[in-house]
């Protein structure tokens, strides 16, 4: 690979723990906690987000000796090449697009949502209705300009990105702790009442949503030529990233617990923002949590457009889409040109309306948990066929984590089929997924036609470094 054709390796260990941990959390914990509180009760709450996260720790032990062992741009589509071959590393890589750009997607959606708050009725411009949705001019026009603005951050180079992402860590952190201790000091233990709703139902419902809350630390693996890092501290910041995020979203449960009794979480709109305002007994500090939201948004949004640019480099620098995919801006040292195409789908999502949230959220979280199952198997696959290979961080002696996360993530796919409790909705979602994959399908069969020459001389590369 030529000189001007190399990432520039520019990431500290800070920069890769605010850009996993950012995109992890996101928005999901101002607008559901109270939904979650309510279906499952407080304690029933903080433990589904307690199994989640460790089954997802499961996943990303998976991805932490994978990565340290093959660390190139692209991550899992580099893991499947490596274990199953390039048809594996076409569905796996197609898999984590359709998850990521719909993260994309859905933030270019959330901005202007979360504007709506702050500035009720700054609608105007009527253009049409989706869904029974209404869509204005002045919504589409704030999300749209947010797309532009962090599209073009990502282009003009990854520092650049990272240090957007650090200052907004920084200030949702600085949010949220603030709930949190505000509510330690300043709520009441009576409002915990119930501990549990629903049973074990209750638990499982909440359980359900973990994963896609949770996905965001495999970005990790998709920057791993641009990490200034040791190999083997990649995994444990990849474990710490993880960590972190469980523990977040356990101690904002425990925060709107405290802050709202029972008939208050029901008629709040913002559970979260309320029981910031509730807490410091002013409507100014429900408007500032709403500002922790927004730079959740964005550090999301900031995130999946380096890891879905990267998951196209890789790609096309095999061959499986267009070289053009594949080239790096010549003086930013990014993928210029997939930042391009993904930022385009991103600035058109908010034509579609405020009921995208949820076709995005439900359409990207299947991809994600099919990629995780591939990327589980590849660790099976190479701990028997590459017992050699070089792991500077390992994952136990014996395979039994790559067994569960296997398991595990066969688990989450099945709860987005027909009749389960998280099933794709018919149309929207499922079409979101079938289109994506027969678009797909054309770049498979060409795969499929070709002898993957590329393909077997990156996997030989990759073996030798």
Not at 5 to 24: C, P, Q, T, W, Y
Not at 40 to 66: P, Q, T
Not at 84 to 103: E, M, Q, R
Request: hydrophobic share 55%; proline share 4%; glycine share 10%.
């Amino acid at each position: 690979m030529s000189q001007n054709n190399e990432f520039s390796k520019v990431l500290s260990r800070a920069d890769v723990i605010v850009l996993a941990f950012g995109a992890m959390i996101g928005w999901g914990w101002v607008v559901l906690s109270g939904d979650w509180i309510m279906k499952a009760g407080s304690i029933g709450a903080m433990i589904a987000f307690l199994i989640g996260g460790i089954m997802v720790i499961f996943v990303g032990l998976v991805y932490s000796e994978l990565t340290t062992a093959l660390p190139k741009t692209g991550g899992a589509h580099h893991f499947a090449q490596a274990a199953l071959g390039p048809k594996a590393a076409f569905v796996v890589s197609w898999s984590i697009l359709l998850g990521y750009i719909s993260v994309v997607a859905f933030e270019a959606v959330a901005l202007p949502t979360v504007i709506e708050y702050i500035f009720p009725n700054y609608q105007i411009g009527y253009m049409w209705t989706i869904a029974g949705w209404d869509v204005y001019l002045s919504w589409v026009a704030v999300g749209m300009a947010g797309s532009i603005i962090v599209t073009w951050i990502n282009w003009i180079g990854v520092k650049q990105a990272a240090f957007l992402q650090l200052v907004l860590t920084i200030l949702l952190a600085l949010v949220g702790l603030s709930l949190i201790f505000g509510s330690a000091f300043g709520g009441e233990a009576s409002n915990l009442s119930p501990l549990f709703e629903g049973g074990i139902a209750g638990i499982m419902a909440v359980m359900i949503m973990t994963p896609f809350m949770f996905v965001g630390f495999d970005v990790i693996p998709q920057m791993a030529e641009e990490m200034n890092i040791p190999k083997r501290t990649v995994g444990k910041v990849l474990l710490l990233s993880v960590g972190l995020a469980v523990a977040w979203y356990i101690f904002i449960i425990l925060g709107v617990s405290l802050s709202l009794n029972g008939s208050q979480l029901q008629s709040a709109s913002l559970p979260t923002a309320d029981a910031m305002g509730a807490i410091f007994g002013s409507a100014v500090f429900s408007k500032i949590l709403i500002l922790g939201g927004i730079a959740g948004i964005l550090t999301s949004w900031n995130a999946f457009i380096i890891g879905a640019s990267r998951v196209m480099y890789a790609m096309a620098q095999d061959g499986m889409l267009p070289k053009w995919f594949g080239k790096l801006h010549p003086k930013y040292k990014t993928p210029g040109n997939a930042i391009l195409i993904i930022g385009l789908l991103a600035t058109l999502s908010p034509l579609l309306g405020r009921p995208a949230l949820v076709w995005f959220t439900d359409a990207g979280g299947l991809s994600i948990v099919i990629a995780y199952f591939i990327v589980s198997v590849s660790f099976l696959v190479l701990r028997k066929n590459q017992p050699d290979l070089e792991r500077p961080f390992r994952a136990g002696k014996s395979n039994i984590v790559g067994i569960l996360a296997t398991i595990l993530s066969i688990g989450f796919i099945i709860l987005y089929m027909p009749g389960m409790p998280a099933s794709l909705v018919w149309p929207y979602e499922w079409m979101i997924f079938g289109v994506w994959w027969i678009f797909g399908l054309f770049f498979f069969v060409r795969i499929s036609n070709t002898k993957g020459v590329s393909t077997n001389r990156m996997t030989e590369q990759t073996f030798k470094e």
